[in-house]
């Protein structure tokens, strides 16, 4: 059975990227959150990389995500540096608040991960309800440049007790009409040379035109849009592979 962000991956993820590891990304979204005074909100918070870093600055930020065993990470990253955010269960699409916030953010194209299209686009009208008349949505995205199927990465990790954590990842389906690939990644821990646990899972991921998304924003009820590449403020992107930053406003 394929999973998604267990056990293993979260593990991963948290060795990979750890608290605080920047990709350009948290000095830039917080010159881009200087002005905001309400609450912000990270879906699929993850391991709380970039949550704890807005925490220590005193931004007021609630995360959630679909993977339990992520929450039970970022819970443990943040109680470690004597915070307490409210972190919850859900999903980009459903969840549903009486909180209005002043900024959502949704750091290095996690966003993609909505495989379906009309899914993603209820998750960007439901970010557009839970924000404050004239509060910011800020999203990272990507157009991938490697399709290519077939073809196995390897990467491994060593944690503090001395595990080693590997993966296999494989792209296994490129639809470039409908605009996703899939990927399959196969996580293992191994102790003292000897295999421990195993995972299998899947990664969709959904890819926009540049345009195409101004355009979805635009007709959800977002305004003011400006698009950034790899964090440097109003630079239109030129190649695949780029980091896509959006900054929309909400309007009301």
């Given at each position: 059975?394929?999973?998604?962000?267990?056990?293993?991956?979260?593990?991963?993820?948290?060795?990979d990227k750890?608290?605080?590891s920047?990709?350009?990304?948290?000095?830039?979204?917080?010159?881009?959150?200087?002005?905001?005074?309400?609450?912000?909100?990270?879906?699929?918070?993850?391991?709380?990389?970039?949550?704890?870093?807005?925490?220590?600055?005193?931004?007021?930020?609630?995360?959630?995500?679909?993977?339990?065993?992520?929450?039970?990470?970022?819970r443990?990253?943040?109680?470690?540096?004597?915070?307490?955010?409210?972190?919850?269960?859900?999903?980009?699409?459903?969840?549903?608040?009486e909180?209005?916030?002043g900024?959502?953010?949704?750091?290095?194209?996690?966003?993609?991960?909505?495989?379906?299209?009309?899914?993603?686009?209820?998750?960007?009208?439901?970010?557009?309800?839970?924000l404050?008349?004239?509060?910011?949505?800020?999203?990272?995205?990507f157009?991938?440049?490697?399709?290519?199927?077939?073809?196995?990465?390897?990467?491994?990790?060593?944690?503090?007790?001395?595990?080693?954590?590997?993966?296999?990842?494989?792209?296994?389906?490129?639809?470039?009409?409908?605009?996703?690939?899939?990927?399959?990644?196969r996580?293992e821990?191994w102790?003292?040379?000897?295999?421990?646990?195993?995972?299998?899972?899947?990664?969709?991921?959904?890819?926009?035109?540049?345009?195409?998304?101004?355009?979805?924003?635009?007709?959800?009820?977002?305004?003011?849009?400006?698009?950034?590449?790899?964090?440097?403020f109003?630079?239109?992107?030129?190649?695949?592979?780029?980091?896509?930053t959006?900054?929309?406003?909400?309007?009301?």
């Open positions: 059975m394929f999973g998604y962000y267990n056990s293993l991956s979260s593990e991963v993820y948290d060795l750890p608290i605080g920047s990709f350009g990304d948290i000095e830039y979204y917080t010159e881009r959150l200087a002005a905001c005074r309400g609450h912000i909100l990270e879906p699929a918070v993850g391991t709380g990389r970039m949550m704890v870093p807005l925490l220590e600055k005193g931004f007021q930020v609630d995360g959630f995500d679909v993977s339990q065993d992520m929450l039970s990470i970022c443990a990253n943040c109680e470690k540096r004597g915070f307490n955010p409210t972190l919850f269960e859900a999903r980009m699409e459903t969840f549903s608040l909180e209005k916030y900024a959502i953010v949704i750091p290095t194209g996690t966003f993609l991960l909505i495989h379906e299209r009309e899914t993603s686009l209820q998750a960007l009208e439901n970010f557009h309800r839970h404050e008349n004239g509060g910011k949505l800020i999203v990272d995205l157009i991938p440049s490697e399709l290519e199927m077939g073809k196995v990465s390897t990467r491994m990790w060593e944690s503090d007790n001395g595990d080693v954590l590997t993966v296999d990842s494989t792209i296994v389906e490129v639809d470039p009409i409908k605009q996703y690939r899939v990927s399959q990644g996580y821990k102790r003292n040379g000897k295999l421990i646990a195993t995972e299998l899972e899947r990664y969709p991921l959904r890819w926009y035109g540049v345009e195409e998304f101004r355009t979805i924003l635009e007709q959800i009820g977002f305004a003011d849009i400006h698009i950034s590449t790899d964090y440097q109003d630079i239109y992107p030129t190649q695949a592979g780029q980091t896509i959006f900054e929309a406003t909400a309007t009301k």
